[in-house]
């Protein structure tokens, strides 16, 4: 029997009464490394006891306490952060570097959290009315839940954990189970911070225990990052039971390319943004609207881009790694199989590729189809994988109609010289995240990340302002100190003046 991964919940690893639990990867290997307790509605129950009890001190905890944790968390993960990089690679595969990029993403978000003293300052008018002054104040909300996806394992809890900590909350995270060991060494790394017990606590498992956290009357918001279908059933869920919820949602990238760009640069960013993390990033490009008559010319340099990648083990040096279960690869090779059935042209096919890595790996080559028409399902699916697809457009109007079209609205980029091209498409564009000659425009920590339509639900994006907004409640309070002489009753309703 391999270790179970354990929760951590009060401060301590704790197994739990695990009567059910799941296997955990090496995607390189194929191999199971470990297993992962699910933790039945009991168990969830136990984390959010402990966070509700540990949330009356830890909200009124000073400000400059709650700062000097979380900066004590930050040294302790920007010193063990190729730790953390080596347990990412070794449960979802992605390789080294890309994992250590993932981490250091999540690094920016704590380090905008500890500026907490400065984020959490209301307003103040004096004499808003004569001799009556007002101010504002942003109050943490309780208990949150975190659930979060399997893609990144770091970099997603800690968009959320550290700015739902620095506002006085305290949090039940929920990681993806295909990779669980993250969350619980961000929890260690916590508690060697000096974050008093309970305020953050990891419970593993499935939709048991997701549903546990939803229904929860104590939770009273929840950040969710997931699958489209699971984000809005968390959504309608969560938000039925009077919750705040913010649910992040999948997605379907286009990348324009007018025929002014540069083409190598444009060619570069397709295969940087289309394969890194083998496509398993929520701001992946997965379509090229290739606009006529860059087509030829882009499809040439992007295949020959292709050819130079090296498919293999994360910790070997290669540029991309495996698929994180044999269920996603197998489910990805299904649309490859797919698009050549409805007809798009194949022009590089990863099934049976050169691979740098055990035979039992969860091995998909990158793979490249042109002609794709809107109709195909390797175009209206979201396929999470390393598949790019380019779609010939006859201008810049009809890349945009497709991506009007599309019912998600992550991410989007354009490819172009044309200054007054590039400032039109910002404009016009309904997506949430756009990039000018930047393929995967993730915003930076002081911004909020977000997208639109299908690819959120609610109205806060994450981190950032939205992210502290978010996790606190503004109060009002209206003062007076009267004198003596204003004494006197007057039921008139009360005026400014
Ligand atoms: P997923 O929806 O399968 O799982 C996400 C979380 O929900 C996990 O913790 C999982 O245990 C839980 N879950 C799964 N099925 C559930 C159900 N039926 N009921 C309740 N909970 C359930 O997603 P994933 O495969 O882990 O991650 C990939 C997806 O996440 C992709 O669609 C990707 O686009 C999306 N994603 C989006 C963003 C974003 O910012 N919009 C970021 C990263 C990933």
Not at 314 to 341: C, F
């Amino acid at each position: 029997m391999t270790e179970m991964i354990r929760h951590f919940v009060a401060g301590s690893s704790v197994v739990g009464t695990p009567e059910r639990s799941g296997p955990v990867f090496d995607p390189a290997t194929g191999a199971v490394t470990r297993h992962v307790a699910f933790a039945s509605p009991p168990e969830v129950d136990a984390a959010v006891a402990a966070a509700a009890e540990a949330a009356p001190g830890w909200r009124s905890t000073s400000l400059a306490r709650r700062s000097s944790v979380l900066f004590a968390f930050r040294e302790l993960l920007n010193q063990r952060k190729s730790e953390l990089a080596e347990i990412i690679t070794a449960e979802h595969g992605k390789v080294l570097p890309d994992a250590a990029g993932e981490v250091q993403r999540g690094l920016e978000n704590v380090e905008y959290a500890c500026g907490i003293p400065n984020l959490l300052k209301g307003g103040f008018s004096e004499n808003a009315s004569t001799a009556v002054d007002v101010h504002s104040v942003r109050q943490p909300v309780g208990v949150v839940g975190v659930i979060s996806p399997f893609n990144f394992p770091a970099m997603v809890p800690l968009w959320f954990v550290p700015n739902a900590i620095a506002c006085g909350n305290t949090v039940v995270l929920k990681p993806s189970e295909k990779d669980p060991s993250a969350a619980v060494f961000l929890a260690e790394l916590w508690k060697q911070a000096g974050l008093p017990d309970g305020v953050f606590n990891v419970v593993h498992g499935d939709k048991v225990a997701v549903d546990a956290l939803l229904e929860h009357p104590a939770v009273r918001a929840v950040s969710f990052v997931g699958s489209t279908p699971v984000a809005r059933y968390v959504y309608e869920t969560a938000t039925a039971r009077g919750k705040r919820v913010q649910a992040l949602g999948g997605a379907k990238n286009h990348m324009v390319v007018l025929p002014d760009a540069d083409l190598d640069l444009a060619a570069d960013a397709a295969v940087s943004a289309g394969f890194g993390s083998a496509g398993e990033r929520c701001m992946a490009v997965s379509a090229v609207l290739a606009v006529d008559p860059v087509g030829d010319a882009l499809v040439e340099r992007i295949s020959e881009r292709m050819a130079k990648l090296d498919v293999g083990d994360g910790r070997r040096g290669s540029d991309m790694g495996p698929l994180v279960t044999a269920a996603h690869r197998d489910r990805v090779e299904s649309y490859v199989d797919a698009g050549v059935r409805e007809g798009a042209e194949l022009v590089v096919d990863g099934r049976g590729a050169r691979v740098d890595g055990a035979s039992g790996g969860f091995w998909l080559g990158p793979t490249l189809f042109d002609h794709v028409r809107t109709d195909m399902s390797v175009y209206t699916d979201e396929i999470f994988g390393p598949v790019l697809s380019v779609l010939r457009v006859p201008g810049y109007d009809a890349a945009m109609r497709v991506i009007a079209e599309n019912p998600y609205g992550n991410g989007t980029a354009i490819f172009t010289e044309n200054g007054g091209a590039a400032r039109r498409f910002c404009e016009e564009v309904e997506v949430g995240m756009v990039g000018v000659n930047v393929p995967i425009p993730v915003p930076v920590a002081h911004y909020s990340f977000g997208g639109w339509k299908d690819s959120l639900f609610g109205d806060a994006h994450a981190y950032g302002p939205d992210g502290i907004a978010f996790y606190t409640r503004s109060k009002v309070v209206t003062t007076r100190w009267p004198d003596p002489s204003h004494g006197g009753v007057n039921l008139g309703f009360p005026q400014n003046s």
